[in-house]
């Protein structure tokens, strides 16, 4: 049995990962611990008091008692707003109080970007404009070429939660650019794991979700692969 833990920041869209295990349908296990949210605002400060050392460190004791064998922090936003070095800083400091390798949801994307062979990406984001701009420089750190960044205005996770089928696909409609290789949907707040086919056949290509590319990322450090072509082109090869 593979074992990978998810820090997870209130509860919004929590449920994707027990949606993902069972797509995957193997024994890969994927135990979410909810982590203190403080202020539910898509705002720079309380991000970056959401993402606090102190505030993931609480939380993963419970996930080695789960038998993790990886911890990702399950927060885009949490962790971009940071920049490039400073999020680094933070999967450092998580991976020291966990004992375990350990990334969070912004590197996920970056890597998952490189994975599927990708230079040039749009985002669709449902962040207001200024915390959207943060995830462009972000990727551009990496590398990434982002060629149109789509920002929502929705300040809480709470309300990103509550979007459904319809909201999704037109915000990747809406955010998608003809020279984009992937759009990227970067909310963990937000469902997208149910819906990851049907996005991809709408957009005519990739589309790489938080919360998909989270459970990835965790697979990635393990070193444990899976091929569930239902979570979308970077879960239908072995990367």
């Given at each position: 049995m593979?074992?990978v833990?998810?820090?997870?920041?209130?509860?919004?869209?929590?449920d994707?990962?027990?949606?993902?295990?069972?797509?995957?349908?193997?024994d890969?296990?994927l135990?979410?611990?909810h982590?203190d949210?403080?202020?539910?605002?898509h705002?720079?400060?309380?991000?970056?008091?959401?993402?606090?050392?102190?505030?993931?460190?609480d939380?993963?004791g419970?996930?080695r008692?789960?038998?993790?064998?990886a911890?990702?922090?399950?927060?885009?936003?949490?962790s971009f707003?940071?920049?490039?070095?400073?999020?680094?800083e933070q999967?450092?400091?998580?991976?020291?109080?966990?004992g375990?390798?350990?990334?969070?949801?912004?590197?996920?994307?970056?890597?998952?970007v490189?994975?599927?062979g990708?230079r040039?990406?749009a985002?669709a984001?449902?962040?207001?404009?200024?915390?959207?701009?943060?995830?462009?420089?972000?990727?551009?750190?990496?590398g990434?070429?982002?060629?149109a960044?789509?920002?929502?205005g929705?300040i809480?996770a709470?309300?990103?939660?509550t979007w459904?089928?319809?909201e999704?696909?037109?915000?990747?409609?809406?955010?998608?650019h003809?020279?984009?290789?992937v759009?990227?949907?970067?909310?963990?707040a937000?469902?997208?794991?149910?819906?990851?086919?049907?996005?991809e056949?709408a957009?005519?290509k990739?589309?790489?979700?938080?919360?998909q590319?989270?459970?990835?990322?965790?697979?990635?450090?393990v070193e444990?692969k899976a091929?569930?072509?239902?979570l979308?082109?970077?879960?239908?090869?072995?990367?």
């Amino acid at each position: 049995m593979t074992t990978v833990g998810f820090l997870y920041p209130g509860y919004s869209a929590e449920d994707d990962y027990p949606r993902i295990e069972m797509m995957i349908d193997t024994d890969i296990r994927l135990p979410v611990v909810h982590t203190d949210i403080g202020e539910d605002a898509h705002r720079v400060d309380a991000l970056l008091r959401m993402g606090a050392d102190e505030r993931l460190a609480d939380g993963v004791g419970e996930l080695r008692l789960a038998g993790a064998e990886a911890v990702v922090w399950a927060c885009t936003s949490g962790s971009f707003v940071y920049g490039w070095d400073g999020a680094k800083e933070q999967t450092r400091s998580l991976a020291g109080s966990a004992g375990l390798p350990a990334s969070s949801t912004s590197f996920a994307f970056a890597h998952a970007v490189q994975a599927l062979g990708a230079r040039r990406v749009a985002v669709a984001a449902t962040y207001p404009e200024d915390v959207t701009g943060y995830f462009t420089t972000f990727l551009k750190a990496a590398g990434i070429e982002v060629v149109a960044d789509r920002a929502s205005g929705i300040i809480t996770a709470a309300e990103v939660g509550t979007w459904g089928r319809d909201e999704v696909l037109a915000l990747a409609r809406a955010g998608d650019h003809p020279d984009a290789e992937v759009v990227l949907m970067p909310d963990t707040a937000l469902h997208t794991v149910a819906w990851l086919p049907e996005l991809e056949e709408a957009l005519g290509k990739p589309v790489l979700t938080a919360n998909q590319v989270t459970v990835w990322e965790g697979l990635r450090l393990v070193e444990r692969k899976a091929r569930a072509p239902k979570l979308g082109t970077l879960f239908a090869t072995r990367h």
